[in-house]
């Protein structure tokens, strides 16, 4: 019953290839989000979608190309990787904006670029 | 624009004492602020919120934080630490009416130890 899920949970692959990261919510959110998180644990803001529109598009490498099918999915697709990339990505959920209960977030996809 | 900062990269606490964990906050409006946990290798959870109302808000987990518009903070408190607190804890900060950014800025967050 996981509310939100990603996949796969650890991925390690090496620079220069091409990577997938899928999530998906069951909690009947409109909105999804991918954060980075680096290794000093900040965490930043990569996209957001609403309603499978793209509403946030931060300064990210155009390497990173975010998909939504439908409403409860957002995946990640990751071109050309390269060893900056390494970090744990996360992905979140919330209605609307997430001002009432928050963000609810997945377990995390641990990259690791080699 | 909107920024939060956490003082403190670290905090130690006994068990059984009342712990703080610090956070201050940048807006041109008003704010909306939050308080996250996150266990090891797992996900952030929320614990609890500020929108308008009382200045100190109940969560989640017998956490409460207090809102200080003078001092633009919001500390996370709790009376009696327990050894399974120990988390990372992220404070977020959303500008509602200065034109801020849809999205919350999260704070780098605060490792929190507590010795049995």
């Known amino acids: 019953d996981t509310a939100v899920s990603q996949t796969p949970k650890y991925l390690v692959t090496q620079m220069g290839n091409d990577k997938s990261i899928k999530c998906e919510q069951n909690l009947g959110h409109d909105t999804m989000y991918w954060y980075k998180q680096d290794s000093k644990k900040f965490l930043k803001i990569m996209f957001s979608y609403n309603n499978k529109e793209l509403i946030i598009n931060e300064t990210v490498p155009n390497r990173f190309s975010p998909k939504s099918p439908d409403k409860a999915h957002l995946n990640l697709h990751i071109n050309s990787l390269e060893l900056g990339d390494s970090a744990v990505y996360f992905c979140?959920?919330?209605?609307?904006?997430?001002?009432?209960?928050?963000?609810?977030f997945g377990s995390g996809t641990r990259l690791t670029v080699v | 624009a909107q920024s939060v900062a956490q003082p403190e990269d670290q905090v130690n606490v006994a068990e059984g004492n009342p712990l703080t964990v610090k956070c201050t906050y940048s807006v041109s409006g008003n704010p909306y602020l939050f308080w996250y946990v996150q266990y090891p290798n797992r996900g952030l959870q929320f614990l609890l919120k500020?929108?308008?109302?009382?200045?100190l808000v109940k969560g989640s987990y017998g956490f409460e934080a207090e809102f200080n518009k003078s001092q633009t903070s919001f500390h996370l408190k709790k009376p009696s630490a327990l050894v399974s607190d120990s988390a990372l804890y992220f404070c977020a900060v959303r500008d509602i009416t200065g034109g801020g950014s849809y999205i919350p800025t999260f704070g780098r967050g605060t490792s929190l130890i507590v010795h049995p």
């Open positions: 979140a959920s919330s209605q609307g904006s997430g001002t009432n209960y928050g963000y609810t």
């Open positions: 500020y929108i308008t109302g009382d200045n």
